[in-house]
Each structure stands twice: as C-alpha cells, then as structure tokens.
C-alpha cells in the first residue's frame, strides 16, 4: 500500500509499481490473512480506508491504465468476501458504489 500511495503523490514513471502492486494484490487477497492487512481490520477509522483508495484509482483514469484496473477490481472481489470489505465497499453514504456504478454505467 505504501507504493500505491507514493504513486498517487509522484508525478514520476510509478506505472510498472503500480502494474506490478495491483497484481501482487489481487493474488495476494486471495487469502484471507491478507484481506486482514489491506482492511486494516480492528484499526478503528482506518478499517476499510484502503478499499475507498482502490475504488478511486479505479475510475481515475490518469492514474491507473486498464490492465491495473482489472487487477483492483479483482481486490475488491476479494475483500468484499469479508464482512469489513463488504461494509468498507457499501459504506454509510454509498459513495464507493455510486462511483463505481457511474463508471460503469
């Protein structure tokens, strides 16, 4: 997450860090250790702050190419099948979900 989060602040050449964390996530999440970590579960206001990260990366098109895309999208399959994920993606104002339909739609 720290890569993600340099890359969101540099304007450098990050994308291969990017392509390569958004795949190392997406495999990583398979496990469910690992859903722990990125949900920051049981760390009070930051469980689930990293969900609302990916789902902005996503639908920003200048800072994630389409490749990485699906890789995120494959995260947040992956930690929706926790009930933090779950209540991370469909937080109270529905803000992760409205930006993810409008992207869709």
Known sequence: MEILRGSSKTGGDASGDLQLTAKLLSNLTLHQEA????LQKGK???EGYFVSW??????????????????????????????????ALLDSSGANLKVLSEEVG
């Open 35 to 38: 859903i722990e970590q990125l």
């Open 44 to 46: 009070g206001p930051l």
């Open 54 to 87: 990916i789902v902005s990366a996503i639908v920003t098109e200048d800072r994630v190419k389409r490749d990485e895309r699906e890789y995120f999208a494959g995260v947040l399959t992956n930690v929706s099948q926790d009930k933090v994920g779950r209540a």
